[in-house]
């Protein structure tokens, strides 16, 4: 069973640093993209980035690009966003989602909520 | 990067048929024959019910149903039932390895 599991979710300032990181099991990690998206509470889905499978291709939603880097440990089975530069505007539900085989998210995570407030 | 526009609710009563558009433009919904549904319970996983306009994963009920004409996809959802009450989003690749999502529709079962 495929599981996504993420972390590291919770309170930071604003301008603060934050990294987020999403564990992954059940099937062979190294073989999918992988994706970040993201809810504020209240509001829609937003796609944040995306990373192919062994880490040499990155893609960013013009909102974030400068502040957030997507990385992944295909060792660990793990895919990480790290935050800089946060605002209250970052403040969401972080999702990570596996990227189907085309162009589709086939399974997600349950979220980690992250808080930017002073 | 715009989100692509969908209605901000739907209703229907049990086994009737619903259906939510999900309107963008020519660089994404009508660029590419890749848009993706999925149906999203507050408080839980978001779960794809169709990807390439309209195939359906396996375990998706056939009750599912997805099209695509010019700029605007379409998710029908017929003989519709309480446990589908839920939100819904469509996704369309934007090229480059980006997305973007839909702004989202709330489907009442009456």
């Known amino acids: 069973e495929v599981q996504l599991v993420e972390s590291g979710g919770g309170l930071v300032q604003p301008g603060g640093s934050l990294r987020l990181s999403c564990a992954a099991s059940?099937?062979?990690?190294?073989?999918?993209?992988m994706h970040w998206v993201r809810q504020v509470p209240g509001e829609g889905l937003v796609w944040v980035s995306g990373?192919?499978?062994?880490?040499?291709?990155?893609s960013y939603a013009d909102s974030v690009k400068g502040r957030l880097t997507i990385s992944r440990d295909n060792a660990k089975n793990t895919l990480y966003l790290q935050m800089n530069s946060l605002r209250a505007d970052d403040t969401a539900v972080y999702y990570c989602?596996?990227?189907?085989?085309?162009?589709?998210?086939?399974?997600w995570g349950q979220g980690t909520l992250v808080t930017v407030s002073s | 990067q715009s989100a692509l526009t969908q209605p901000r609710s739907v209703s229907g009563s049990p086994g009737q048929s619903v259906t939510i558009s999900c309107t963008g433009t020519s660089s994404d919904v009508g660029g590419y024959n890749y848009v993706s549904w999925y149906q999203h319970h507050p408080g839980k996983a978001p779960k794809l019910m169709i990807y390439d306009v309209s195939k359906r994963p396996s375990g998706v009920p056939d009750r599912f149903s997805g099209s695509k004409s010019g700029n605007t996809a379409s998710l029908t959802i017929s003989g519709l039932q309480a446990e589908d009450e839920a939100d819904y989003y469509c996704c369309s690749y934007a090229g480059s390895y980006t997305y973007v999502f839909g702004t989202g529709t709330t489907v009442t079962v009456l």
């Open positions: 990373i192919n499978s062994d880490g040499s291709s990155t």
């Open positions: 989602a596996r990227g189907g085989g085309y162009y589709e998210f086939d399974s």
């Open positions: 059940g099937f062979t990690f190294s073989n999918y993209w």
